[in-house]
């Protein structure tokens, strides 16, 4: 699967700087950029678990590269390389310990974009996005302290390796010098496969009762009567970008 990213990945960089060199569109640019946003670890059995299980918004930060080139005026296509994070939030009470839990998934994202524009600056941009897992760390405070908790603790042999999402954004492109542009705006990723590693009912059950499963793993495998009933896990997030653009060629 790595190798068919870095492939599709040249390849769409190749594409752009054969365009380039056939004189095919207008600008090229490059530029770096930053984002904080908004991230959840979808499941339907961690909603479903009540108030011993109560998930909660989590703030991640990303950063990146970029390359964009115009086609024309208003067309172009865009591949970026972030390092991004989709965090989860947790708390509630169990066995009669109340807990407080946050699991820190990280992410290498290869998002390829097709990018509107218009004359005065908005841009919308939409694509798949390809992403390989970095680690999974998770933390688990306990009131009173207790034999669960740790800190960082790796769980990254819970997840899969890596995943597809879709992005959408929109914002502006604006002009500070004639080849300095700043762009802000919003961006929406949701990911289409599944990122945890599901597990047989005789696998899961030893791992659940020597405590060897992270916080998503283990509920995602759990209904709300604590049967084995395996859900899938989605992420999903939203949040601020800003970053600036050098123009490299073109008009």
Not at 205 to 234: M, V
Request: glycine letters at 10%.
């Amino acid at each position: 699967m790595k190798t068919s990213l870095c492939k599709a990945s040249f390849l769409l960089l190749l594409t752009i700087f054969s365009l380039h060199t056939f004189s095919l569109a207008q600008s090229l640019w490059v530029g770096a950029g930053a984002a904080y946003s908004g991230t959840w670890l979808m499941n339907q059995n961690v909603n479903d678990q009540g108030e011993n299980l109560n998930p909660a918004l989590a703030g991640a930060p990303a950063f990146g590269v970029n390359a964009l080139y115009m086609l024309s005026d208003v067309f172009g296509l865009s591949i970026e390389g972030n390092l991004s994070r989709i965090d989860q939030n947790y708390n509630g009470t169990d066995a009669g310990i109340d807990y407080e839990a946050r699991v820190k998934t990280s992410w290498v994202d290869i998002p390829l974009l097709l990018t509107l524009r218009t004359q005065g600056g908005v841009y919308l941009e939409i694509g798949p996005q390809f992403s390989l897992l970095n680690n999974v760390k998770e933390t688990i405070d306990t009131e009173p302290a207790s034999a669960f908790e740790h800190t960082d603790k790796d769980f990254t042999a819970d997840f899969k390796s890596n995943q597809i999402s879709g992005v959408f954004g929109l914002g502006g492109i604006f002009p500070i010098t004639e080849t300095i542009s700043i762009k802000g705006g919003i961006r929406f990723q949701y990911g289409f496969s599944d990122i945890v590693v599901e597990l047989s009912e005789d696998e899961f059950l030893p791992k659940l009762l020597n405590y060897e499963l992270s916080i998503p793993a283990a509920y995602a495998h759990l209904d709300q009567n604590r049967q084995y009933s395996y859900e899938p896990t989605n992420t999903l997030s939203a949040g601020i970008r800003l970053g600036v653009l050098f123009r490299l060629s073109g008009k």
